[in-house]
Protein backbone atom coordinates (compact mmCIF):
# COMPACT_ATOMS: atom_id res chain seq x y z
CA UNK A 1 0.00 0.00 0.00
CA UNK A 2 1.01 3.53 0.05
CA UNK A 3 2.89 5.28 2.20
CA UNK A 4 0.83 7.51 3.69
CA UNK A 5 3.15 11.60 3.86
CA UNK A 6 4.75 11.57 7.55
CA UNK A 7 5.88 8.24 6.65
CA UNK A 8 7.60 9.57 3.15
CA UNK A 9 8.94 12.43 5.15
CA UNK A 10 10.54 10.16 7.80
CA UNK A 11 11.61 7.89 5.32
CA UNK A 12 12.96 10.32 2.69
CA UNK A 13 15.14 11.68 5.77
CA UNK A 14 17.14 9.37 6.94
CA UNK A 15 17.51 7.87 3.54
CA UNK A 16 18.70 11.59 2.35
CA UNK A 17 21.07 11.42 5.36
CA UNK A 18 22.64 7.98 5.10
CA UNK A 19 22.72 8.86 1.47
CA UNK A 20 24.56 12.17 1.73
CA UNK A 21 27.04 10.07 4.37
CA UNK A 22 27.66 7.17 1.80
CA UNK A 23 26.69 8.16 -2.09
CA UNK A 24 27.94 4.96 -2.97
CA UNK A 25 24.95 3.48 -1.49
CA UNK A 26 22.94 2.50 -4.59
CA UNK A 27 19.90 1.45 -2.50
CA UNK A 28 19.57 4.54 -0.67
CA UNK A 29 19.92 6.73 -3.50
CA UNK A 30 17.15 5.34 -5.70
CA UNK A 31 14.98 5.34 -2.43
CA UNK A 32 15.68 9.20 -2.75
CA UNK A 33 14.92 9.20 -6.21
CA UNK A 34 11.43 7.13 -5.64
CA UNK A 35 10.62 9.72 -2.83
CA UNK A 36 11.15 12.50 -4.90
CA UNK A 37 10.14 11.61 -8.18
CA UNK A 38 6.86 13.63 -8.37
CA UNK A 39 6.07 15.76 -10.39
CA UNK A 40 9.13 16.15 -12.42
CA UNK A 41 8.82 12.25 -13.57
CA UNK A 42 5.11 12.96 -14.24
CA UNK A 43 6.02 15.94 -16.79
CA UNK A 44 8.61 13.78 -18.29
CA UNK A 45 5.67 10.86 -18.24
CA UNK A 46 3.41 13.65 -20.40
CA UNK A 47 6.57 14.57 -22.92
CA UNK A 48 6.41 11.17 -23.43
CA UNK A 49 2.62 10.19 -24.25
CA UNK A 50 2.62 13.94 -26.89
CA UNK A 51 5.23 12.02 -29.01
CA UNK A 52 4.99 8.85 -31.10
CA UNK A 53 8.50 7.94 -30.03
CA UNK A 54 7.73 8.50 -26.62
CA UNK A 55 4.64 5.85 -26.65
CA UNK A 56 7.06 3.49 -27.97
CA UNK A 57 9.58 3.88 -24.88
CA UNK A 58 6.55 3.48 -23.05
CA UNK A 59 5.58 0.76 -24.39
CA UNK A 60 9.06 -0.99 -23.96
CA UNK A 61 8.98 -0.08 -20.77
CA UNK A 62 5.92 -1.51 -20.29
CA UNK A 63 7.40 -5.41 -21.28
CA UNK A 64 9.74 -4.81 -18.22
CA UNK A 65 13.17 -4.25 -17.35
CA UNK A 66 15.66 -2.88 -19.64
CA UNK A 67 17.79 -5.97 -21.02
CA UNK A 68 19.43 -5.42 -24.50
CA UNK A 69 21.28 -8.04 -26.66
CA UNK A 70 24.46 -6.29 -28.21
CA UNK A 71 26.84 -9.66 -28.79
CA UNK A 72 27.68 -8.90 -32.50
CA UNK A 73 27.06 -5.92 -33.56
CA UNK A 74 29.48 -3.98 -35.49
CA UNK A 75 32.22 -2.35 -33.94
CA UNK A 76 30.93 1.93 -33.67
CA UNK A 77 27.33 1.39 -33.37
CA UNK A 78 25.55 1.83 -30.22
CA UNK A 79 25.30 -1.38 -29.19
CA UNK A 80 28.41 -2.64 -29.59
CA UNK A 81 29.75 0.52 -27.63
CA UNK A 82 27.07 0.01 -25.07
CA UNK A 83 28.28 -3.70 -24.54
CA UNK A 84 32.06 -2.69 -24.47
CA UNK A 85 31.17 0.28 -21.61
CA UNK A 86 29.28 -2.46 -19.58
CA UNK A 87 31.67 -5.03 -19.79
CA UNK A 88 34.85 -2.64 -19.19
CA UNK A 89 32.95 -1.65 -16.09
CA UNK A 90 31.49 -4.97 -14.74
CA UNK A 91 28.04 -3.37 -15.23
CA UNK A 92 24.80 -5.83 -15.93
CA UNK A 93 21.75 -4.16 -17.83
CA UNK A 94 18.96 -4.44 -15.67
CA UNK A 95 21.52 -4.32 -12.63
CA UNK A 96 20.02 -1.17 -10.93
CA UNK A 97 17.75 -0.71 -8.38
CA UNK A 98 14.31 -1.21 -9.10
CA UNK A 99 11.52 1.31 -7.77
CA UNK A 100 9.75 0.62 -4.42
CA UNK A 101 8.33 3.64 -3.55
CA UNK A 102 6.28 5.36 -6.58
CA UNK A 103 2.58 4.18 -6.30
CA UNK A 104 1.69 5.29 -9.69
CA UNK A 105 3.17 2.45 -11.86
CA UNK A 106 3.19 5.03 -14.86
CA UNK A 107 5.14 7.30 -13.12
CA UNK A 108 6.72 4.44 -11.57
CA UNK A 109 7.75 2.78 -15.07
CA UNK A 110 9.61 6.44 -15.99
CA UNK A 111 11.49 6.30 -13.33
CA UNK A 112 12.41 2.85 -13.84
CA UNK A 113 13.40 3.37 -17.10
CA UNK A 114 15.35 6.49 -15.97
CA UNK A 115 17.76 4.45 -13.96
CA UNK A 116 17.73 1.49 -17.14
CA UNK A 117 19.46 4.25 -20.08
CA UNK A 118 21.77 5.60 -17.36
CA UNK A 119 24.58 3.83 -18.78
CA UNK A 120 23.33 4.51 -22.84
CA UNK A 121 23.31 7.88 -21.48
CA UNK A 122 27.26 7.46 -20.39
CA UNK A 123 28.07 6.05 -24.09
CA UNK A 124 26.38 8.82 -25.59
CA UNK A 125 27.86 11.98 -23.71
CA UNK A 126 31.37 9.39 -23.65
CA UNK A 127 31.40 10.41 -19.70
CA UNK A 128 33.39 7.22 -17.58
CA UNK A 129 31.32 6.10 -14.21
CA UNK A 130 34.50 7.83 -12.15
CA UNK A 131 33.71 10.11 -9.31
CA UNK A 132 34.28 13.07 -11.72
CA UNK A 133 32.37 11.55 -14.38
CA UNK A 134 29.24 10.69 -12.27
CA UNK A 135 29.41 14.26 -11.32
CA UNK A 136 29.44 15.46 -14.62
CA UNK A 137 26.47 13.34 -15.50
CA UNK A 138 24.05 13.95 -12.79
CA UNK A 139 24.88 17.42 -14.03
CA UNK A 140 23.82 16.82 -17.48
CA UNK A 141 20.75 14.83 -16.53
CA UNK A 142 19.51 17.05 -14.18
CA UNK A 143 19.10 19.45 -17.27
CA UNK A 144 17.91 16.92 -19.28
CA UNK A 145 15.47 15.65 -16.36
CA UNK A 146 14.54 17.83 -13.86
CA UNK A 147 14.88 15.20 -11.56
CA UNK A 148 15.39 16.59 -7.67
CA UNK A 149 17.84 12.91 -7.07
CA UNK A 150 20.40 14.01 -9.58
CA UNK A 151 21.23 16.98 -7.44
CA UNK A 152 22.35 14.86 -4.42
CA UNK A 153 25.34 13.51 -6.34
CA UNK A 154 26.04 16.70 -8.15
CA UNK A 155 25.70 18.57 -5.21
CA UNK A 156 27.64 16.38 -2.84
CA UNK A 157 29.96 14.17 -4.54
CA UNK A 158 31.99 16.80 -5.07
CA UNK A 159 33.61 17.36 -1.95
CA UNK A 160 35.30 13.73 -2.93
CA UNK A 161 37.21 15.50 -5.84
CA UNK A 162 40.58 16.65 -5.74
CA UNK A 163 41.01 20.41 -6.01
CA UNK A 164 42.40 19.75 -9.76
CA UNK A 165 39.13 17.60 -10.22
CA UNK A 166 37.03 20.46 -9.10
CA UNK A 167 38.80 23.00 -11.23
CA UNK A 168 37.82 21.23 -13.96
CA UNK A 169 33.96 20.66 -12.55
CA UNK A 170 33.23 23.50 -12.60
CA UNK A 171 35.30 25.69 -15.00
CA UNK A 172 34.68 22.55 -17.95
CA UNK A 173 32.23 20.13 -17.00
CA UNK A 174 29.45 22.21 -15.43
CA UNK A 175 29.24 24.27 -18.39
CA UNK A 176 29.34 21.63 -20.48
CA UNK A 177 27.00 19.79 -18.75
CA UNK A 178 24.04 22.55 -18.26
CA UNK A 179 24.70 23.67 -22.64
CA UNK A 180 24.29 20.04 -23.90
CA UNK A 181 22.01 18.80 -21.49
CA UNK A 182 19.59 21.74 -22.39
CA UNK A 183 20.89 21.54 -26.56
CA UNK A 184 19.83 17.71 -26.70
CA UNK A 185 16.71 15.77 -27.72
CA UNK A 186 14.54 14.88 -25.14
CA UNK A 187 16.57 11.68 -24.29
CA UNK A 188 13.97 10.07 -21.89
CA UNK A 189 11.93 9.96 -24.96
CA UNK A 190 14.19 7.81 -27.19
CA UNK A 191 13.71 3.97 -27.59
CA UNK A 192 17.45 3.05 -27.55
CA UNK A 193 16.37 -0.73 -28.59
CA UNK A 194 15.56 0.01 -31.76
CA UNK A 195 18.80 1.97 -32.75
CA UNK A 196 21.14 -0.55 -31.35
CA UNK A 197 22.66 -0.90 -34.36
CA UNK A 198 23.22 2.45 -36.07
CA UNK A 199 26.44 3.94 -35.60
CA UNK A 200 26.71 5.87 -32.33
CA UNK A 201 28.28 9.22 -33.80
CA UNK A 202 25.34 9.09 -36.38
CA UNK A 203 22.95 8.85 -32.99
CA UNK A 204 25.24 11.55 -30.92
CA UNK A 205 24.72 13.74 -33.97
CA UNK A 206 20.94 13.44 -34.99
CA UNK A 207 19.88 13.38 -31.09
CA UNK A 208 22.45 16.71 -30.79
CA UNK A 209 24.29 15.46 -28.25
CA UNK A 210 27.79 17.30 -27.60
CA UNK A 211 30.27 14.85 -26.16
CA UNK A 212 31.78 16.11 -22.74
CA UNK A 213 35.16 17.65 -22.42
CA UNK A 214 38.24 15.72 -22.07
CA UNK A 215 38.84 14.53 -18.21
CA UNK A 216 41.82 14.71 -15.74
CA UNK A 217 43.67 11.01 -16.86
CA UNK A 218 41.58 10.63 -19.73
CA UNK A 219 42.81 9.72 -23.12
CA UNK A 220 39.57 11.68 -24.53
CA UNK A 221 36.06 12.95 -23.98
CA UNK A 222 34.24 10.57 -25.99
CA UNK A 223 33.75 6.78 -26.56
Given at each position: PP????????????????????????????????????????RILARMKASERGRRVLELAGRGRMRVE??????????????????????????????????DPEVAMVVQRYR?????????????????????????????TGLPVTLLSAVVAPLRLSSVEQRVLATELLPWAVRAGARAEDLM???????????????????????APRLPGEAGGSV
Open positions: LSLPSRLLLLTSASLLALRDPTRADLVAAVGDLTADPPARVGGMREGSLGAEYGRFMERNGFEAGGRPGVRFVSDVHDFWHVLTGLPPTVLGEIAQKWFELAQAIPYEDHLEEPLEELRKRWRVEP
